[in-house]
């Protein structure tokens, strides 16, 4: 499958246009911003001959059932270290969990403490000497050859049709991929998911321009949190365009866009070009925390879920 361009039936005024880059139909599974973080990644890992891909992520990651697809594609071994001990009673109830044990993944479950250290060299001697030899993908997946692959989310035409680019962050990855790939007259605006200033710094390890902005006032209180303002918008996103949303990420990136464009953000005739990351396996997970509160659930893509639970 192949990334297209969808414009979206909004009527705003000034001759504001939006556009959603469809990112998440690249692959049922190792969709948007993850295949592309991932491409160079899998070249380099086969490249140095290995056989064996581990990561981090926590119960929904995206990142963690993206790379159990994508070994279950490529024929390599994944293992997924996941923040949690208490979840591995919980993987049939997880749909993320369970979704990458049905591509193979293997978990190692450790405590949040245990989790904090993963980027210390002794933790990852520990891992080493329990699985052997194995390729490393930060958690989220962000690296020099995942910004290299979000590069190229951006098509030739995308540079000069388009004012504004626009996408969700979470590690800084995709956005600093897009910033090195814009148009000169470009500007590339980014809605973090989770709070903290951190990102900005993360962003400028790896970009060769300053044509973009952070805009923070769109976290819904924090990663993964959400709440019914955020449920009602995704749902009526989709029943206007046929576009699913996902409540962490694109949910919150699409509601600040608009959120702006009515605030007078963008300039009259503004032409803007959204960023679809994918994302979408995590609504089944949502939905199940979303009913425990009895909260009004998220519109789901029930083919997709149904071929997920196959």
């Given amino acids: 499958m192949k990334s297209y361009n969808q414009v979206l039936p909004f009527s705003f005024p000034d001759g504001i246009t939006l556009t959603v880059k469809r990112e998440d139909r690249v692959h049922p599974f190792l969709s948007g911003n993850k295949y592309r973080k991932m491409k160079y990644n899998l070249e380099q890992a086969r490249k140095e001959g290995y056989t064996k891909l581990l990561t981090f992520g926590g119960a929904f990651s995206n990142h963690i059932a993206a790379v159990a697809a994508a070994g279950a594609h490529f024929g390599l071994d994944t293992i997924g270290v996941i923040r949690g001990e208490?979840?591995?009673s919980e993987i049939e109830a997880n749909a993320t969990l369970r979704l990458a044990r049905q591509q193979g993944m293997k978990f190692d479950f450790v405590s949040r403490e245990s989790y904090r250290a993963k980027e210390d060299l002794i933790f990852l001697e520990k891992l080493k000497k329990k699985y052997g030899a194995f390729y490393l993908l930060p958690e989220g997946g962000t690296n020099t050859l995942a910004v290299k692959g979000c590069a190229e989310i951006l098509e030739t035409t995308d540079k000069t049709q388009f004012t504004h680019i626009c996408c969700a962050v979470g590690t800084g990855g995709t956005i600093s991929g897009l910033i090195n790939s814009c148009g000169e007259n470009q500007k590339v605006i980014g809605f973090p998911a989770l709070k903290g200033s951190f990102l900005s710094d993360e962003i400028c390890k790896f970009v060769n321009n300053d044509r973009w902005e952070l805009i923070n006032d769109y976290h819904f209180g924090g990663y993964a949190k959400i709440n019914e303002d955020l449920i009602r918008f995704n749902n009526d996103f989709y029943t206007q365009t046929e576009v699913l949303l996902d409540p962490v990420y694109t949910g919150k990136m699409?509601?600040?866009?608009?959120?702006?464009?009515?605030?007078?953000?963008?300039?009259?005739?503004?032409?803007?070009?959204?960023?679809?990351?994918?994302?979408?396996?995590?609504?089944?997970?949502?939905?199940?925390?979303?009913?425990r509160k009895n909260m009004p659930l998220l519109i789901e893509n029930i083919v997709c879920k149904k071929e997920n639970n196959d």
């Avoid at 979408?280 to 949502?286: F, R, V, W």
């Fill in 254 to 291: 699409a509601y600040g866009i608009i959120d702006r464009i009515k605030k007078g953000y963008f300039p009259g005739g503004s032409s803007i070009l959204m960023i679809h990351t994918g994302g979408l396996q995590g609504i089944e997970g949502m939905n199940k925390i979303l009913a």
């Fill in 86 to 88: 208490e979840l591995e």
